[in-house]
């Protein structure tokens, strides 16, 4: 009869004990469970959005495929030494100018210019870390959404070729070369022009004397060129955020052009002595 | 009156006590079941949500990688390419305008024997000629209404007896 009065009053003791010491924790943990279920279903909503629009955005350049090409061809993905020669021989030939040399030098991106700077930044920040453990180096980041908006930074990893020009004509010529040079369908941009009238000095007796309205051109020309772009996981750009890409651009473009050369196809004779022609 | 027994019997005292023990009998182990019960409950709940939470994060990463695809990579590289372009378009200007400049604003009584346009440092170096200083003094005030600023450098005469003047002309 002792015990059975003792059951109660013990069995509360045992619930109220049972609904602080586990049941609360339980349910604070349920709670903040139900939370993160909440911020993930955003969080996918959100990829799943984007994953769409990066579907729409490419069947719109599927829709587009010539404007594609137009972009490629004027800015290309690789270096094209190849092209800046044939492009700058076939508008001279067209201006009437003769093209007397042609000088090529790498110009290296951004990118890899900060490398050699960026090492270093790195060694100190490291350096920073180790004696300092509450630095920002050293601070775990808290959790992050599934997807991180990038800037893409183009100018960055663009990479670049000067050709220096040297051409000899009338004026009008010369001016006629670099204006459909800068309406060609290769970027580019005019970084030095020189006109001068060729000093006599610079003729060697046995070359004939030249027109009193020749003049001598040098021109340094950049052609540009972007490696293919390539998005690291769980990051995205501004444009997955549109459903159309804006072509208003590559319509000004095609306006600008003017000046359209054909790309190079050669067709090579194979012969055993490449020294004979 | 004397044989009125007012005392109760021991057996039904412990009837009416047993009934109340029994009662709290119930309600102790309906209290235990019922705290145990929530707290299971609660921990299979916990369990369902973790697998909930699985299958979204799961739904995430195949999305994600939907991302990171070559389908997005030709997006983003068509976009780089475009804005690259854009900006082109708006600040590469035409070489002949200086030139166009230099045209409308020559006298006739001078002419060039050297035009060199640098785009760094947004200046075109020019050696006119002409017959006196007076033509050369106009010809700056003619330049100076088409530059933003003229500096005159070095002054030579030529084997022909003309002036021959370095001229500094900023965009």
């Given at each position: 009869?002792?015990?059975?009065?003792l059951?109660?009053?013990?069995?509360?003791i045992i619930?109220?004990a049972?609904?602080?010491f586990?049941?609360?924790p339980?349910?604070?943990?349920v709670?903040?469970?139900?939370?993160t279920?909440d911020a993930?279903?955003?969080n996918?909503?959100?990829v799943?959005?984007i994953?769409a629009?990066?579907?729409v955005?490419?069947?719109?350049l599927?829709?587009n495929v010539?404007?594609?090409?137009l972009?490629?061809?004027?800015f290309?993905k690789m270096?094209?030494?190849?092209?800046?020669?044939?492009?700058?021989?076939?508008?001279a030939s067209?201006?009437g100018i003769l093209?007397?040399?042609?000088?090529?030098e790498q110009?290296?991106?951004?990118?890899?210019?900060?490398?050699a700077?960026?090492q270093?930044a790195?060694e100190?920040i490291?350096?920073?870390?180790e004696?300092s453990?509450t630095?920002a180096?050293?601070?775990?980041?808290?959790?992050?959404?599934?997807l991180t908006?990038v800037q893409s930074?183009?100018?960055t990893r663009?990479?670049?070729?000067d050709?220096?020009?040297?051409?000899?004509?009338r004026?009008?010529?010369?001016k006629?070369?670099?204006?459909?040079?800068y309406?060609?369908n290769?970027?580019n941009?005019f970084?030095?022009?020189?006109?001068?009238?060729?000093?006599?000095?610079s003729?060697t007796?046995?070359?004939p004397?030249?027109?009193?309205?020749i003049?001598q051109?040098?021109?340094?020309?950049?052609f540009s060129f972007l490696?293919?772009t390539?998005l690291?996981?769980?990051?995205y750009?501004?444009?997955f955020e549109k459903t159309?890409?804006?072509?208003?651009?590559?319509?000004?473009l095609?306006g600008?052009?003017?000046s359209?050369?054909?790309?190079?196809?050669?067709?090579?004779?194979p012969?055993?002595?490449?020294?004979i022609q | 009156?004397?044989?009125i027994n007012l005392?109760?019997?021991?057996e039904s005292s412990l009837?009416?006590?047993?009934?109340?023990?029994?009662?709290s009998?119930?309600?102790?182990i309906g209290?235990?079941?019922?705290?145990?019960?929530?707290?299971?409950?609660?921990?299979?709940?916990?369990?369902?949500?973790?697998?909930?939470l699985?299958s979204?994060n799961?739904?995430?990463?195949?999305e994600k990688?939907?991302?990171a695809?070559?389908?997005?990579?030709r997006v983003?590289d068509?976009?780089d390419?475009l804005?690259v372009?854009?900006?082109?378009l708006?600040s590469?200007?035409?070489?002949?305008?200086n030139?166009?400049k230099i045209?409308?604003?020559m006298?006739?009584e001078t002419?060039?024997?050297e035009?060199?346009?640098?785009?760094?440092?947004?200046a075109?170096?020019t050696t006119?000629?002409a017959?006196?200083?007076?033509?050369i003094?106009?010809?700056?005030?003619?330049?100076k209404?088409?530059?933003?600023n003229v500096s005159?450098?070095?002054?030579?005469?030529s084997e022909?007896g003309?002036?021959?003047v370095?001229m500094?002309?900023?965009?």
């Amino acid at each position: 009869m002792n015990a059975k009065m003792l059951l109660f009053p013990l069995s509360l003791i045992i619930a109220i004990a049972v609904g602080i010491f586990w049941i609360q924790p339980a349910l604070t943990e349920v709670l903040d469970k139900r939370a993160t279920i909440d911020a993930a279903n955003q969080n996918l909503q959100q990829v799943q959005t984007i994953a769409a629009n990066v579907a729409v955005l490419s069947r719109n350049l599927d829709d587009n495929v010539d404007r594609e090409q137009l972009v490629a061809t004027y800015f290309p993905k690789m270096q094209d030494d190849e092209r800046m020669i044939d492009v700058s021989n076939f508008l001279a030939s067209e201006s009437g100018i003769l093209l007397s040399s042609v000088k090529m030098e790498q110009i290296k991106s951004e990118l890899v210019q900060s490398a050699a700077t960026r090492q270093s930044a790195q060694e100190e920040i490291r350096e920073v870390g180790e004696v300092s453990p509450t630095s920002a180096a050293a601070t775990a980041i808290a959790l992050s959404p599934a997807l991180t908006l990038v800037q893409s930074s183009p100018e960055t990893r663009m990479r670049a070729e000067d050709v220096t020009l040297s051409v000899l004509g009338r004026y009008e010529q010369i001016k006629m070369f670099f204006e459909k040079l800068y309406r060609s369908n290769r970027l580019n941009q005019f970084r030095m022009i020189s006109i001068q009238v060729p000093s006599a000095t610079s003729q060697t007796p046995d070359e004939p004397t030249l027109s009193p309205d020749i003049l001598q051109g040098t021109f340094t020309v950049r052609f540009s060129f972007l490696p293919l772009t390539s998005l690291a996981e769980g990051t995205y750009v501004p444009i997955f955020e549109k459903t159309a890409f804006n072509f208003q651009t590559v319509d000004e473009l095609q306006g600008m052009i003017t000046s359209t050369v054909a790309p190079l196809d050669v067709t090579p004779s194979p012969r055993p002595n490449p020294f004979i022609q | 009156m004397s044989n009125i027994n007012l005392s109760q019997s021991p057996e039904s005292s412990l009837k009416a006590s047993g009934g109340i023990l029994d009662k709290s009998l119930g309600i102790s182990i309906g209290l235990l079941i019922l705290a145990f019960g929530a707290y299971f409950g609660l921990l299979f709940y916990g369990k369902t949500l973790d697998s909930n939470l699985a299958s979204i994060n799961a739904n995430i990463e195949t999305e994600k990688k939907k991302i990171a695809s070559d389908q997005a990579n030709r997006v983003v590289d068509f976009q780089d390419r475009l804005d690259v372009i854009g900006k082109s378009l708006k600040s590469n200007m035409p070489p002949s305008d200086n030139l166009a400049k230099i045209e409308a604003s020559m006298l006739p009584e001078t002419r060039l024997s050297e035009y060199s346009y640098d785009m760094e440092k947004q200046a075109i170096q020019t050696t006119v000629i002409a017959e006196s200083f007076k033509n050369i003094a106009e010809q700056i005030v003619a330049f100076k209404k088409v530059f933003s600023n003229v500096s005159v450098g070095d002054t030579s005469r030529s084997e022909d007896g003309k002036l021959k003047v370095d001229m500094t002309l900023s965009l």
